[in-house]
């Protein structure tokens, strides 16, 4: 026992020695600081980051370019005991356009869907078609400078309709259905192509002209210009007549867009075509005119004309109640029109 208590205050006084060091006096080292009088230099290169604030695109700028228009014209008219006279009537027609563009520095390839159709109801009537249009252009163009507005160009076009026509009041006997006509023109070239004035003009020396009558009836009497059937002296059925009729010929087509006026845009369309093998020389026209008033970013006023000379285009004429044939005359529509119109 003597031994562990001897062991305990030598323990006892090693923690207390242990802890009254800590009061021992550090000597302070003083460092005579002296003036320099002399500074070495040197180059420092420093690469700095400027953040503009605009994330960096994930995928790069499409080529392609595109504008979609659609809009609906009404018009109408009523007349309620009104002494001067008159029909009451209403009339309704939807449009479209769609392009589709694809550009770079030596190409571009344009695409083009038109669609248009129109009907008519007047008091005492039935309904009426005033419109119909569905066409398709596509045109490929490559130069070989990024300079010039020429290039080397191949061209499509097409069109028909949407419905059967009639030549009224007659609506038992139609005179054109959907393909019967529809009208190819496929061909090469050269198209001068002003983007800025939107001017172009394609001349192609050989395009191959196609027209489809894809209705039997209407083939076997020879509309628009395909080999009619054959019969007999009897009135026999001998052959049927041909759907289709495929020409090469000379083709020149212009396209003009520009405002003349302060929210007036003119827009003029133009085809010649002649035929090589058929009566070369004697040129198939249509034109087609516009002019679009634009009145807010919805609401505009469009008026056009559309005219068309087609030598294989036969009209009738009703003579004591008989449809007798007569030669190629001029077609042409007139139009007026107040609608909404949106673009997207």
């Known amino acids: 026992m003597k031994l562990l208590h001897n062991f305990l205050i030598l323990i006892f006084i090693t923690i207390c020695t242990n802890c009254y060091s800590q009061d021992s006096l550090i000597t302070p080292i003083v ?30 700028v499409s080529a392609w370019y595109s ?3 659609v809009g609906f014209d009404l018009s109408e008219i009523a007349f309620i005991n009104w002494n001067a006279g008159g029909v009451s009537s209403i009339s309704g027609l939807f449009k479209g356009n769609f392009f589709r563009t694809y550009t770079s520095e030596n190409s ?7 669609v248009r159709y129109g009907i008519n109801k007047q008091d005492g009537l039935t309904v009426r078609k005033a419109d119909d249009e569905l066409r398709f252009n596509s045109t490929f163009g490559y130069r070989k400078d990024p ?18 026509g009639y030549k009224y009041p007659d609506t038992s006997t139609p005179i054109s259905k959907p393909f019967a006509p529809a009208y190819t023109f496929l061909g090469a070239g050269a198209d001068y192509f002003d983007k800025e004035n939107k001017f172009d003009v394609y001349i192609s020396p050989l ?20 080999n009619k059937a054959t019969y007999d002296s009897e009135g026999n059925l001998i052959s049927e007549g041909k759907l289709s009729k495929t020409e090469i010929g000379f083709l020149v087509t212009n396209y003009y867009k520009k405002e003349v006026w302060k929210n007036i845009t003119m827009e003029n369309r133009l085809s010649l075509y002649s035929d090589y093998i058929n009566n070369f020389g004697n040129i198939d026209v249509e034109w087609k005119l516009q002019f679009d008033l634009i009145v ?13 000379y087609d030598d294989d285009v036969i009209t009738y004429d009703e003579i004591d109640g008989v449809k007798v044939a007569g030669g190629p005359t001029l077609q042409l529509r007139q139009s007026l029109g107040v609608g909404m119109v949106y673009v997207f």
């Open 147 to 164: 300079l010039s507005n020429w290039y080397y160009t191949c061209k499509i076009n097409f069109n028909t309709q949407f419905s059967n």
């Open 296 to 308: 807010n970013q919805y609401v505009s006023a469009n008026i056009g004309t559309h005219a068309i």
């Open 67 to 69: 504008k979609n228009t």
């Open 31 to 60: 460092i005579e600081i002296k003036p320099v009088t002399a500074v070495a230099t040197a180059t420092i290169t420093a690469t700095i980051k400027i953040k503009t604030g605009l994330p960096l695109p994930i995928f790069p």
């Open 108 to 114: 571009k390839w344009v695409n083009e869907l038109i």
């Open 207 to 226: 395009t191959m002209k196609s027209t489809l009558v894809l209705d039997q009836s209407l083939a076997n009497k020879g509309a628009f210009g395909v």
